[in-house]
């Protein structure tokens, strides 16, 4: 069982950034993919990024490309998520997810852990 834990969240002017962080309790932590999601009041789930095991794959959704950047770091079992030029509509709880897939894409149906969630909340 993996146990994730999500920080950094926070309040945000318009045009401003903040770095999320995500702890695993897993000492194979390098074994996940790890990804991001995100939901906003009223709407669904949706993907942002994820990162593949040794760091040197990413994908990211269109809406956050040049903005966002996900790392990883496997020696402390902790992954990042760097937000830039933040927008309003960033506004959302954002989820840290990871899973044992070898290949895995922007459905939330594929990662198997989650974590709580921390709130970013972007001011115009």
């Known amino acids: 069982q993996v146990q994730l834990v999500e920080s950094g969240g926070g309040l945000v002017q318009a045009g401003g950034s903040l770095r999320l962080s995500c702890s695993a309790s897993?000492?194979?932590?390098?074994?996940?993919?790890m990804g991001w999601f995100r939901q906003a009041p009223g709407k669904e789930r949706e993907f942002v990024t994820a990162i593949s095991r040794s760091g040197a794959g990413t994908s990211y959704a269109d809406s956050v490309k040049g903005r966002f950047t996900i790392s990883r770091d496997n020696a402390k079992n902790t992954v990042y998520l760097q937000m830039n030029s933040l927008k309003p509509e960033d506004t959302a709880v954002y989820y840290c997810?990871?899973?044992?897939?070898?290949?895995?894409?922007?459905?939330?149906?594929?990662?198997?852990?989650w974590g709580q969630g921390t709130q970013v909340t972007v001011s115009s």
């Open positions: 897993e000492r194979t932590f390098s074994r996940y993919i």
């Open positions: 997810a990871a899973t044992r897939l070898i290949k895995a894409g922007s459905r939330s149906d594929e990662y198997d852990y």
